[in-house]
């Protein structure tokens, strides 16, 4: 049974740094592509970033490149997503996903395993 388990998030200051931890078991976390996608209540969620099979590869939304970086440890099977210089608009419930592929996608229909999500509140 494949499982994702969170950890990090929390309460920071405008400019602040936070990291997030996405804990995979269950099945051959290295053929996989991952993704973390973040929502807010009452708006459409988003990919913000997505990392390939080997970690060779990766994609950012505009909004927070150069502040965001996925990275992945497939001999850990672990993914993470480290977040600095955060601001307000950040504010989110973010979610760690297994794309169905080894490939990157931004898609949410592409990812058929996601984390139980975890709250980053950034405040101004």
């Known amino acids: 049974q494949v499982q994702l388990v969170q950890s990090g998030g929390g309460l920071v200051q405008t400019g602040g740094s936070l990291r997030l931890s996405c804990a995979a078991s269950?099945?051959?976390?290295?053929?996989?592509?991952m993704g973390w996608f973040r929502q807010v209540p009452g708006k459409e969620g988003e990919c913000v970033a997505t990392?390939?099979?080997?970690?060779?590869?990766?994609f950012y939304v505009d909004s927070v490149k150069g502040r965001f970086s996925i990275s992945r440890d497939n001999a850990k099977n672990m993914v993470y997503q480290q977040m600095n210089s955060l601001k307000p608009e950040d504010t989110a419930i973010y979610y760690c996903?297994?794309?169905?592929?080894?490939?990157?996608?931004?898609?949410?229909?592409?990812?058929?395993?996601w984390g139980q999500g975890t709250q980053v509140t950034v405040s101004s």
């Open positions: 269950g099945h051959t976390f290295s053929n996989y592509a």
């Open positions: 990392i390939n099979w080997n970690g060779c590869r990766t």
């Open positions: 996903a297994q794309a169905y592929g080894n490939l990157l996608t931004i898609q949410s229909y592409e990812y058929n395993y």
